[in-house]
């Protein structure tokens, strides 16, 4: 009598990962390649967002862009007074008086804008090459509307 040999089990399915943690991976990806690219162009990753914000928020404070940029305003008053330093925003006393300076992209700045724009150009066309664009707008609202639910106040 031969003995019998049984199959081993299947392997239970893993789990599918977790939104947040892909999310958070494509991040980590996307922001290694913005920062090496960027680089190029002299400009770290918060002066490029705090440039593309000034481009269609003109006039903020820095202390809001600190918010959107999720940087302390310490931390973006310096990377402020670097860009202005360089000529690509000036600063301007805020229509209703008080401390509070409004910056705004100079032409040099949107120059420099547009050359890394550029690169996030190359960047985008890698990681969507896959995507169809029907997907890439389903993705593009649905980023926006998970964005928007965990911090209502800021749109």
Known sequence: MTARRSRPAAPPSAPAA???????????????????????????????MALSELRTRDGVSSAELARIAFVTPQAMNLVIRDLERRGLIRRDPHPDGGRTLCARLTPEGASVLRRCDSSLDDIEAVMLAKVDDATRETLREGLTVCARALRPDAY
């Open 18 to 48: 977790r939104l947040s943690y892909l999310v958070f991976r494509l991040e980590r990806r996307i922001r290694a390649r913005l920062d090496d690219a960027l680089a190029r162009h002299g400009v770290t990753t918060t002066e490029y």
